[in-house]
């Protein structure tokens, strides 16, 4: 970090950060899926509120010797099916609306892959760009260490998400497990997932969730009669879900033609290279600015780009009234949680553009996780071709779900996305009851 940059303090949170409102949007398409399906009433009330919402303040001391204190969120939607999972995100955004909003549609996700978890989010309110790595270690721990046993590897098991990565998850991890005693440490590393192959990870982990943005984008062409190959693409965020989309699409021989991340927008209708493109970012500081492969363009008329597939891989409500109406794609593929509101959602239908929603599209990063969490707990190490195999199977699986049970209610893939969801979890309270 630069000594002279201002610090930022919770105090001067960059308020201009536009809130996400993704609450809304999760509890409308909640709403609108239970109607549909006519959602038992008593599992309808329990869902619609979440199981627990934890807060947290807590000191750091920061390279100038000062005291800052922060805010950790960690909201624990629903847990009828298995342990709470879901990530933790470091953003100016993060509050407890946001954190809602993501529980929610973790617990949907989840309950759509067939995975035995529930779902939860969390994250620090902060840019952590402002902080220096050393920083970052101790803001990570000291969180770890204020949300002390309501997270475990039984019972809430976090991951990565915007702007925290594997280093950030095994810091979580041996900061957990060294509040544990020795005996338990090893069997205490699956408190998150997402960690470097070294401290447990899984290989393949790290593109779980673009090569299952990809799976989706195949199946979704299958079912079009067409193939992705020779379709042109644009991607919004150049993070992991983003690059990892962006490499595997290559592959399979689209075209990436424009790029968005929070720094700036870049465009070549010839075609971007995405390798290249990481590396500059990675020489960066994760930044695409001043990358010499394309050109900047401006950033609102992003969305209008004519191509065929746009991939949402950053923020949630990108895709609104706004600019709905000006996308020219045939598909939407969600890599981001919560990108379109029901503004955006509505247009887009209007002109019959497909939405390969979130909890189906980016579901490979959970599933992904689930190995993972598997392989620690059965101190195993896996390979990549089989993890990459298993996850395939288990995303085409859930898409033939969500398309078969479309066509069953005759509704949207969102829609029928969450029936699947939601049956599955009606069929767990009405098996075990209610306690007492
Ligand atoms: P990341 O931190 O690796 O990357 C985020 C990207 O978004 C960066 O390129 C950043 O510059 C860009 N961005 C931020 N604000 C932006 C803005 N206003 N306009 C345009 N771009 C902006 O995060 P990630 O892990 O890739 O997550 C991206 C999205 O995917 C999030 O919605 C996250 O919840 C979702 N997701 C992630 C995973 C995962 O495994 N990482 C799994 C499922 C869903």
Request: hydrophobic letters at 40%.
């Amino acid at each position: 970090m630069n000594p002279d940059k201002p610090t930022m303090t919770t105090a001067t949170v960059d308020k201009t950060v536009r809130k996400e409102g993704m609450y809304e949007v999760v509890m409308e398409q909640f709403a609108h899926a239970a109607d549909i399906m006519d959602l038992d009433p008593g599992v309808r009330k329990i869902l619609a509120k979440t199981n627990s919402e934890i807060v947290v303040h807590f000191p750091v001391k920061l390279d100038n010797g000062k005291i800052e204190v922060f805010t950790g969120y960690r909201v624990q939607h629903n847990n009828a099916l298995g342990p709470y999972k879901g990530g933790l995100r470091y953003h100016q955004t993060v509050d407890i609306d946001s954190a809602r909003a993501l529980a929610i549609w973790m617990t949907w996700k989840t309950a759509l892959a067939g995975l035995p978890y529930g779902g939860a989010k969390g994250g620090i309110q902060i840019d952590p760009k402002l902080y220096s790595q050393n920083e970052l270690e101790r803001i990570t721990r000291r969180f770890t260490y204020a949300l002390g046993d309501n997270i475990g590897p039984d019972l809430d098991i976090p991951a990565p998400d915007i702007n925290t990565n594997a280093q950030i998850m095994a810091w979580i991890a041996d900061t957990y497990s060294s509040t544990k005693s020795p005996a338990t440490r090893f069997s205490n590393l699956h408190v998150v997932t997402g960690k470097p192959l070294g401290a447990g990870g899984l290989e393949g982990r790290d593109r779980a969730t673009g090569f299952g943005v990809v799976v989706t984008l195949k199946a979704w062409a299958k079912r079009r009669n067409k193939s992705v190959k020779g379709m042109k693409y644009i991607v919004q965020g150049f993070g992991n879900v983003g690059y990892w989309t962006a490499h595997f699409l290559l592959k399979e021989g689209a075209t990436l033609i424009a790029v968005q991340d929070a720094t700036a927008t870049l465009f070549d209708p010839k075609g971007i290279d995405p390798e290249a493109l990481l590396a500059h970012s990675d020489a960066n500081g994760r930044t695409i600015k001043g990358f010499t492969g394309a050109k900047e363009m401006e950033p609102k008329e992003f969305f209008a780009l004519d191509c065929d597939i746009v991939v949402p891989a950053a923020l949630g409500n990108q895709i609104t009234g706004e600019n709905a109406g000006s996308i020219k794609a045939m598909v939407v593929a969600e890599g981001a949680n919560g990108p379109t509101n029901t503004e955006g959602e509505r247009l887009l239908r209007e002109k019959n553009i497909d939405i390969i929603p979130d909890i189906l599209c980016n579901s490979g990063g959970v599933i992904g996780s689930y190995y993972e969490w598997l392989q620690n707990k059965r101190s195993e190490i896996w390979k990549i071709a089989e993890v990459l195999e298993m996850l395939e199977e288990k995303l085409e699986d859930a898409f033939t779900k969500v398309a078969d049970t479309a066509a069953e209610f005759k509704v949207d893939w969102r829609t029928s996305a969450y029936i699947v969801a939601l049956r599955r979890l009606e069929k767990a309270y009405k098996e075990r009851g209610i306690f007492p």
